[in-house]
């Protein structure tokens, strides 16, 4: 049988779509007043005039944060090259910063100010027009996590004399995906359908915690041992059903039952998260 909304509610994800004009902090407020949750938080901050995929977790799925945060980031969005560069020649340009580059944060940015490596997967030309004396660039990147896709397009803007960012939009941040997210309004609707008794919405939108099995290798254990676990018990590597897995953090699973989160120690595996 399904689990109840309710317990659900208790520990999950919603992939939300993000709308221009508030904060990322603002935009998991209003997640956590709709679905009345105690807490909420999210998985990468997105700037205001930002659009687009903002993993919110629900709750104790709050403690799964750090895992999720880490993952790369994908975006489309629109630049303003201030001359009329040769399309070839800004392809070329924008080539040099696909692969391992430094970056120093933004001045606005809250983090030290301080050269980063970071990694840009893809960074292309979608389409491309003449505008003004300039020209207006659609384009798509992918990149590591903690990387500023509006100080990338001023360090091209550095070698091409000039570029700034028009508009952008996260289609994927890590395994969450564009067409997999909700608008706030879709949200609430879903919400108060589930209040007047059909929550069938509502239950496509959350997301169990469990998925943490999708980015962190997973295991399974006995049922004898789960209530040691759940007190803080060392997984010891006799008590893994699995074959013994060469990743120093692992998800524990008995059954569908999400466990926790371990880490490898000289005695076995120590928790990190347990879910109790």
Known sequence: MEKPISEILEFCIINVDKPSGITSFKTADKVRNILKAKK?????????MVTGVLPIAINRACRLSNYFMKKDKEYVGEMYVHSQVDE?????EMDKFVGKIMQKPPVRSRVKRVLRERKVNKFEIIDIKKKGKGLLVKFRSDVQAGTYIRKLISDLGEVIGG????SLRRIRAGIFKEDDSFSLEDIYDAFQAYKDGNEGKLRKMLIPGGI?????????????????????????????????????????????????????????????????
């Open 40 to 48: 909420t938080g999210h998985f990468g901050t997105l700037d205001p």
């Open 88 to 92: 070839s020649l800004l392809k070329k």
């Open 163 to 166: 570029a700034h960012m028009v």
């Open 212 to 276: 943490v099995r999708q980015i962190i290798t997973s295991v399974q254990v006995k049922e004898t041992i789960v209530s040691g676990l759940l007190n803080g018990k060392v997984l010891n590597m006799e008590d893994i059903d699995d074959k013994i897995p060469n990743s120093d953090l692992i998800s524990v699973f008995c059954g569908e039952r999400f466990i926790g989160v371990y880490i490898r120690s000289d005695k076995g595996f120590k928790p990190e998260f347990v879910k109790n």
